[in-house]
Structure formats: structure tokens, C-alpha cells
């Protein structure tokens, strides 16, 4: 708003115009001579300083009035008690919804995890149920095979033992090793990774087992053990016999 629009103007101008009039009036005047000692010289410009800073004053005043007035015309009304509480309850929904928000991040992460988690324990239980079959499969047909051993090989009771024996340790071993892959205490997250670790240690056992039985038995006998092998046990490890044996036939040879 201008300073001119306000109703404090015109009665200010008219003011500050009488008081230049006088002023100007006094000034042509030739007053009847005063005592020097009780009449001060009168400067007309004095006057006029003060009506210049009454205007500035006015001027700042009108300034602060239109700033005011800007301010209410763009404050809402006050509002009704129906218009607070509907405002609280938009509020509240905000939150709400703010809320939901969070926790729904946090259920996807946890879900994700848990997902995860699953993914790891379901690997775990395959290869570890897996390992677990398979040697205890061979393992309760160890019996059959020490009594094919005796009845077609023609060892010493001391080196049948030993071969027993050394069956018997090597299966004990790989039970432990197929049951930690079910039931150890694996590291969150490293599940992959001791489940393939633990499948290095079986897989290094069998060939211990072949070293071991390779240091009691002659390369003939190594291939007739893994022909039994093969039929009473499994084939794989079994081969596995034949083929130290014959690889000890050629260094023989050699």
C-alpha cells in the first residue's frame, strides 16, 4: 500500500503545509527589537528538518501498517473447533502413513533376509541330506563287503583287519563331516561357502581312504578290492580302487 492511499495522509500533509507557512510568514516578519540577551536568532531551516523527519517517520510507519495488512490477508481465519480436528486427523494420517512406510521398508528387508536364509538352509539340508544317504548307505553295507573279502581274496588275518579297519575309520570320519554340513554352527551369510569347504574335506577323505588302503595292499589286490567295491559298495569309490591299482600295476611295469 502506498503512503499517500493511507487516511493518515492528507491530515499529516495538511500539517506539515501550515507549519511551512508559518514558517515562511515569521521568516518576512520584522519582529520589534528584543533584548539580545533573551531572544535566540530563529533558523527556518531547523523547522523544515523537522517536518522532513516527520515525513520519513510517517513514511516508515505506513510501511510497517502495509506489511501488516499483506500479513493478514494472507493468514487463514482462525479456525472452527470441527476445522482443528479435522486438521489433526489429516495430521495423524500423515504420521500414520509415515509409519506404515517404515515398517513396511523393514518387513522387506527382514523378508528378504529371511529369504535368503531360507534359500541357504534349503542348499544345506540338500547337500548335507544328500552326503548323509550316501555314506550311511555305504556304511551298513560294509559288512557284506569284509565277508565277499574273505570268501575271494586271499589276505592274512592281520592285513584283513587292517583293511577293516581302515574302512571303518575313514566312514566314521565322513559320517562326522556329513553331519556337520546338517547341524553345524555356520557363520550368518557363510552357510555356501562351509557347505563347499566340508565337500573339499569329503571328497580329500576318499582319497585318504584309497592312500591308506594302497599302503597295505599290492596293485593286484587293490583292483580285486575295487571290483568288490564296486559291486557290494558303490561304484564310484570303487573305481576309484581299481584305478590306484592299476596305476601301480603300470609304475611297476615301469
Do not use: C
Not at 78 to 92: C, D, H, N, V
Not at 103 to 118: C, L, T
Not at 169 to 181: D, G, Q
Not at 184 to 190: A, L, R, Y
Amino acid at each position: 500500500m502506498a503512503v499517500s492511499g493511507s487516511p493518515l495522509f492528507p491530515a499529516l500533509s495538511f500539517v506539515a503545509v501550515i507549519l511551512a507557512g508559518s514558517a515562511v510568514y515569521i521568516a518576512q516578519q520584522k519582529p520589534e527589537p528584543v533584548p539580545v540577551q533573551t531572544q535566540a536568532s530563529f533558523d527556518p531551516r531547523g523547522l523544515e528538518e523537522s517536518i522532513s523527519a516527520m515525513r520519513e517517520e510517517v513514511t516508515g510507519l505506513q510501511s510497517k501498517l502495509d506489511s501488516m495488512e499483506k500479513t493478514v490477508s494472507i493468514k487463514p481465519a482462525a479456525l472452527t473447533e470441527p476445522e482443528r480436528e479435522q486438521k489433526r486427523i489429516q495430521l495423524r494420517a500423515i504420521e500414520a502413513e509415515r509409519i506404515t512406510a517404515t515398517v513396511e521398508a523393514a518387513m522387506d528387508k527382514r523378508g528378504i533376509e529371511m529369504a535368503q536364509h531360507a534359500q541357504r538352509q534349503a542348499k544345506r539340508d540338500e547337500v548335507g541330506g544328500r552326503m548323509t544317504k550316501w555314506i550311511g548307505t555305504a556304511r551298513g553295507k560294509l559288512p557284506n563287503l569284509y565277508e565277499k573279502i574273505t570268501q575271494k581274496m586271499e589276505l592274512d588275518p592281520d592285513t584283513e583287519e587292517t583293511v577293516e579297519e581302515i574302512l571303518e575309520t575313514s566312514f566314521e570320519i565322513m559320517t562326522i563331516l556329513s553331519n556337520e554340513i546338517l547341524e553345524g554352527d555356520f557363520p550368518e551369510g557363510e552357510e555356501l561357502e562351509m557347505i563347499s569347504e566340508i565337500q573339499g574335506e569329503l571328497r580329500e577323505e576318499v582319497g585318504a581312504l584309497i592312500g591308506e588302503l594302497d599302503e597295505v595292499l599290492n596293485p593286484a589286490q587293490m583292483v580285486q578290492l575295487g571290483q568288490i567295491y564296486i559291486e557290494e559298495v558303490d561304484p564310484r569309490v570303487g573305481q576309484g580302487i581299481v584305478n590306484n591299482g592299476n596305476q601301480g600295476d603300470v609304475e611297476g611295469e615301469g
